[in-house]
Every structure is written in C-alpha cells, then in structure tokens.
C-alpha cells in the first residue's frame, strides 16, 4: 500500500501562482495530478515518471502548470501560474503507470482544494 501526502492547496486570486506538494511513502511508481470540479470528470492534469526525468502535462495547463519530481524524497511538485477561476478544483495525487488515464493509477490521495476567486 503507498500512502500520498498532498499539500499546497488553498485560496488565491486569478492571475496567482500556486505550488502543490506530494508525498509517497514509497518508491517505484509513477506520480501524477488530476483534478475535479464539482460536476465534472476526473481531469488529468500533469503525471512524472519514476524511470528518468519523463513529464506529461494536460494540453489545458501546459502552458502554465510544470510538473516535477525529487526521486530521493519519493515527492512532486506542481507549480501552476497565472490562475484562473476554471482550475478551482479537488487536486488529487495519484501514483501508478505513466499515463494519462486515472485508470492507470492504483494509489489515490485524499485531494486537496485549489479555489481561484476572480
């Protein structure tokens, strides 16, 4: 079992920058970030690999989410710029497969509030 330790979350306004935190207790795996919005899917946002410095950001963030990754602390890090209120949403760290599909991922974190006021 791998436990995930997410932190960063909180209230900002648009236009604010934002980094979230995720711990695993374990290594092996690679390491990612969704996000839901009330009444929507799951939505991926950004994942990085275990083996090598492999990243993968969601074509709606990528211009102002960056995804990475410290190997020795088993911890990535999400810094997302220039906020909008469409990014409010339950972030939530996964760990599993490279990939892009929530269904890839086998550990889940309990998620973590991001509410961007316009």
């Known amino acids: 079992q791998v436990q995930l330790r997410e932190s960063g979350g909180g209230f900002v306004h648009t236009g604010d920058a934002l980094t979230l935190s995720c711990a695993a207790s374990t290594n092996g795996y690679a390491m990612g970030w969704f996000r839901q919005a009330p009444g929507k899917e799951r939505e991926f946002v950004a994942t990085a690999a275990w083996v090598g410095t492999g990243t993968t950001v969601g074509d709606s963030v990528k211009d102002r989410f960056t995804i990475s990754r410290d190997h020795a602390k088993n911890t990535i890090f999400l810094r997302m710029n220039d906020l909008k209120p469409e990014d409010t949403a339950v972030y939530y760290c996964?760990?599993?497969?490279?990939?892009?599909?929530?269904?890839?991922?086998?550990?889940w974190g309990q998620g973590t509030q991001v509410t961007v006021s316009s």
């Open positions: 996964a760990a599993g497969r490279y990939t892009t599909s929530p269904q890839g991922y086998k550990y």
